[in-house]
């Protein structure tokens, strides 16, 4: 007997619980909703028995991938930022909602003409989002992964946004001065590292996430460097890790930076730092 998509929904939806599957519930409506081609919030509205057929093998064998722990953002390629769903696959960090928080400091601070820098880029959600804030900044996409500036390249023709992709180890390959730059780099401690869940371990690149033994080892070779790159009165926000706020304070200080401000995420974790050099 033909199911209907409600019993389709149901009965794949206990297959991902029964996988272990944390967020089953949101997994299978995201994977549902890609099959079947309606809105997130629609998910569940009973479709024709034809369209049935035709995507219900699509859904199941979406729901297999995620059962083994796929995550759902690469079976379905697409992760809502900020204001945008961004391409996303296993060669780029799944953007995280904390780091909308760096667009929430950043976008009042953008002007016409500034030089923006999105160092560490990825999927290049955090330099695009800001872009589509103001559409008059200059942009700079830069990142050590080739692979990683792809997705950012195929994520800025499909926001039509004008900007300039750089390969760089953080600034070795950059000579310009910028205005303003974001960075979201590597903050995972060795120690954390293996408590990430499996599923980020085995599906999302290594180099985007592990910072060193403290986790800090790419943002000091950054703080080293940044006040280098920036203009007069320009200003660096950056995204670190939980209670690596007061390593950062002390670095700060080490490096001269005397004006900075930490900022909490959704969860009331220091999660962000936005610094103003001094000349
Ligand atoms: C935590 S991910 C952030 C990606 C993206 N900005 C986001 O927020 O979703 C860190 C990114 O920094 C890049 N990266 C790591 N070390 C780097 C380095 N030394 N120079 C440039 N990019 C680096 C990684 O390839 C990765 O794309």
Redesign the pocket.
Known sequence: MMKNKTSLFLTQKKLLKEAGCEDYEESAKFLFSKAFNIPLDQSYKYQSYQELNERATFFSKMVSRRAVGEPTAQIISSRC?WNNDFYVDKT?????PE?EL?ISIAKVLLFDGMKVL??????????LSLYQENSNIRLFL????KK?LNVAKKNALALEAECKLIH???F?NIDEKFDLIV?????IAKEDFFYLQKEIILYE?H???YGGVLGLD?IQ??LRTVGQRLNKNGIFVM?FGKDQDTQIKNDLLRFKYRRFDFHKDMDNIKRAVCVKKDT
């Open positions: 930022f780029v960090l799944d953007p995280r780091s760096i999105d160092l560490g880029c990825g999927s290049g959600c955090i330099g830069a990142d050590f992964s990683a760089t180890d953080l070795s960075a979201n780099l590597p903050y690149p180099e985007a996430l790419v070779l950054f995204e």
